[in-house]
């Protein structure tokens, strides 16, 4: 029996969250497998839910928190060397930069013998200064060194993280797309629709934009504000807007709504052009509900909100932020343009509202792309075989 322990920054509503839970679930029974992860912020949904709706029982860390804070960080390692001196895993395998961090501290403190770190994003593009990005990097290219070794989820990451950013050589690296759970986006699809157009009063001739996840910056909302207040000023149909998800920037966004003269609302209004409907963890029915779906991130890991909207047969307007462009094929699922290509985005999102012909075409081949090449058994398939090839060479 191959022990891993698989340990998560925290339980927020997120790709790693995803990904760590399925491989913790549905790895072969070879491995026993013992899922960790730190405390979310109040401004974050909880996603316990996600594990514990497959049977798992997670540990979570009340130290390990999303602000750096010496003390918290460091009661954080200890309890984690506790918990490997206790378990004493064959594999420790961390997601995300904190979990990153002071799990690969911990582990190699602990002398693991295989230690994973996979990248679901990176802090180097929009999140701190100069100087701060300096430091982080310098820290990665150490943790690195002391990884067996480190997983990317897309190429593109690849590149950032070797050639870009130079955190380790490309040997060291292994592309392992995210898998999701994509069948439930396909099941009772008429009736989620319904059931989310009549909950917030969408007319069935109104095109229903959203964007879901975390109203923090580097997420960029203020694009898709201004984004929707062009659209209304350049065509003939109803266009209403959904930001689906909750944070920090939220006061922000309404007054930038203000400014740009839109009518927000937070409760079902067919006469606002914007609502926030703060989380809606169940996003099976919002996708279905929507027209499209739109990203404007600064930088991205793998968007899983884009995979959920192609699952669910919507198409999407997006930013080239981390693997979109692995996630999205341009003029076949969804138009993308570069980031801060504000006014192409602008004329992306109007093209796809006014060309319904278009629309459909996106929709159709994006079910047919995710479902390639981001199911489970993928993920799962792909993660076994690092972790046997590592095993191998161990012997």
Known sequence: ????????????????????????????????????????????????????????????????KRKVGLLDDRKAYLDIKKIIKEFKPDIVHTHASKAGAIGRFAASNCKVPIIIHTFHGN???????????KIFKSIERYLAEKSTAIVCISNGQKEQI????????????????????????????????????????IAEDTIAIGIIGRLVPVKNHSLFIQAISYVKNHTQKKVQAFIIGDGEERRSIEDLCRIMGLKY??????KADVIFTSWILDVEEPIAGLDLVCLTSINEGTPVSLIEAQAGGRAVVATKAGSTEEVVKHNETGLICDVFQDNQFYLNLLELIDNDELRKKFEKNGKAHVQKNYSIKRLVDDTDRLYQSLLDSTK
Not at 123 to 133: E, I, L, N, R
Request: net charge neutral; with cysteine.
């Open 1 to 64: 029996m191959t022990k891993v322990l698989r340990i998560l920054n925290r339980f927020n509503v997120g790709g790693p969250i995803f990904n760590a839970s399925y491989l913790t679930k549905y790895m072969p029974s070879q491995y026993e497998s013992k899922l960790i992860g730190g405390i979310n912020d109040e401004s974050e949904a909880n996603s316990l839910y996600v594990p514990e709706s497959l049977g798992l029982e997670p540990i979570q860390l009340a130290n390990m």
């Open 123 to 133: 802090v180097f593009d929009g999140y701190f200064s100069p100087a701060k990005t």
């Open 162 to 201: 070797c050639n870009e950013h130079q955190i380790c050589p490309p040997e060291k690296v292994h592309v392992i797309p995210l898998g999701l759970d994509l069948d439930r986006f396909s099941e009772n699809e008429e009736f989620k629709r319904y059931a989310y157009r009549t909950k917030f009063e």
């Open 265 to 270: 609302s937070k409760r079902p209004n067919p």
